[in-house]
């Protein structure tokens, strides 16, 4: 479990114990009691980790500010081209099925999320 808390990695612990990493996951799925106290010491060494991260921002160090606050606060400062990417990709796949303009669909989902949508008409 030491390991776990080092470094909280299950191929850490394994190499630590000079082990298998399968064999590491074996005894985790035989042994829920074994695997709920991994997954403990994990969490601690993460919790350690997010301390060092923290104790980084505090210094100044701008990459470690991003990281910070792209992972604790996605909604304002997470990545969003990807999510408009597939939601794109989706919608244009859908319009193909339903034979309508991709653009059209977009719109209608936008006044959708808007609440302004009265009824959905399809151009012929």
């Keep these: 479990m030491d390991a776990l808390r080092e470094w909280p990695t299950f191929s850490h612990a394994a190499r630590k114990a000079r082990i ?3 064999t590491l996951k074996a005894w ?4 829920p ?13 993460f919790d350690a980790v997010e301390d060092k991260l923290i104790d980084r921002t505090k210094s100044g160090d701008t990459t470690a500010m991003i990281f910070l606050l792209k992972g ?4 304002q400062y997470g990545d969003r ?3 408009n990417l597939q939601i794109r990709k989706k919608a244009e796949q859908l319009a ?10 977009i719109q209608e989902a936008e006044a959708i999320a808007a609440g302004a949508w009265d ?4 151009q012929p």
Excluded at 96 to 105: K, N, T
């Design 20 to 22: 298998a990493r399968s």
């Design 28 to 31: 985790r799925n035989e042994d």
């Design 33 to 45: 009691a074994f695997n709920a106290a991994c997954l403990a010491a994990q969490d601690e060494g």
């Design 72 to 75: 604790r606060r996605r909604h």
């Design 81 to 83: 081209v990807d999510v």
């Design 96 to 105: 193909d099925e339903l034979g309508i303009p991709a653009d059209d669909l």
């Design 119 to 122: 009824a959905w008409s399809p």
